[in-house]
């Protein structure tokens, strides 16, 4: 079974900093890749998914991650935090072949320092 | 466009009653799931359809009953509420599986006191 690791479940950066957030995966065989942001109060919405061809995705406000097979990562990334940005940010992964689950990691919860 | 709509928002139960949580999705979408949210666990999927008329279990089924009645709507049941199903729940739709994105509603949160 899938599983997916997100190393740090609080994060703190300071307004204009660099924001990393880990994440690892246990497949053999690379799986899809996800990055879900979840807003206070509010549902899940898509950052960035990786599937096939460049490993560097860029997503929504500013965000990438790249995909690493040797290192069986995804991490995200965005150069500069935006007070926007403070949520809580989820990896999730997904079989290739024929299985429609999504395996989810617990979490970072980023907050950023004015 | 409405997207996923999960009702009700908010519910407070007695150990014992039951109730049912609805979603509804607008995207013609053929999957559907049931997500539980607690603290430093992520979510866990609880139940799962790959179109109208099935169900499948998920991670943590135990205690709760789900329906597929038309696709546009999955159904949550829980039939003797326990202490421990208070969390938040999340439903989301996805049109397939796997590369696909899930498109989720705002979420219900449940307290079974």
């Known amino acids: 079974a899938q599983s997916v690791t997100q190393l740090g479940s609080h994060v703190s950066v300071s307004e204009g900093a660099l924001v990393l957030l880990r994440c690892n995966y246990s497949?053999?065989?690379?799986?899809?890749l996800f990055w879900y942001v979840q807003y206070p109060n509010q549902g899940l919405q898509l950052l960035l998914k990786y599937t096939t061809g460049a490993t560097l995705v860029k997503g929504i406000n500013g965000f990438e991650a790249e995909f690493k097979k040797s290192e069986t990562s995804f991490h995200l990334t965005k150069p500069s935090a935006h007070m926007s940005d403070a949520a809580e940010y989820f990896c999730?992964?997904?079989?290739?072949?024929?299985?429609?689950?999504?395996?989810f990691g617990t979490g970072t919860r980023l907050t950023i320092i004015p | 466009n409405a997207g996923v709509t999960q009702t009700p928002k908010f519910r407070v139960l007695k150990t014992g009653q039951s109730m049912t949580l609805l979603c509804a999705q607008d995207m013609n979408h053929e999957y559907m799931y049931w997500y539980r949210q607690d603290p430093g666990m992520g979510l866990r999927l609880i139940h799962y359809?790959?179109?109208?008329?099935?169900?499948a279990k998920g991670e943590v089924p135990d205690g709760y009953n789900v329906s597929r009645l038309k696709k546009q709507n999955f159904l949550l049941g829980l039939e003797s509420a326990a202490p421990s199903q208070t969390s938040v729940y999340f439903c989301?739709?996805?049109?397939?599986?796997?590369?696909?994105?899930?498109?989720f509603g705002a979420g219900t949160r449940l307290s079974v006191l």
């Open positions: 359809s790959v179109g109208e008329g099935t169900t």
């Open positions: 999730a992964v997904s079989d290739r072949f024929g299985n429609e689950k999504l395996t």
């Open positions: 989301a739709s996805s049109f397939k599986a796997g590369r696909d994105i899930q498109y």
């Open positions: 497949s053999s065989v690379p799986p899809y």
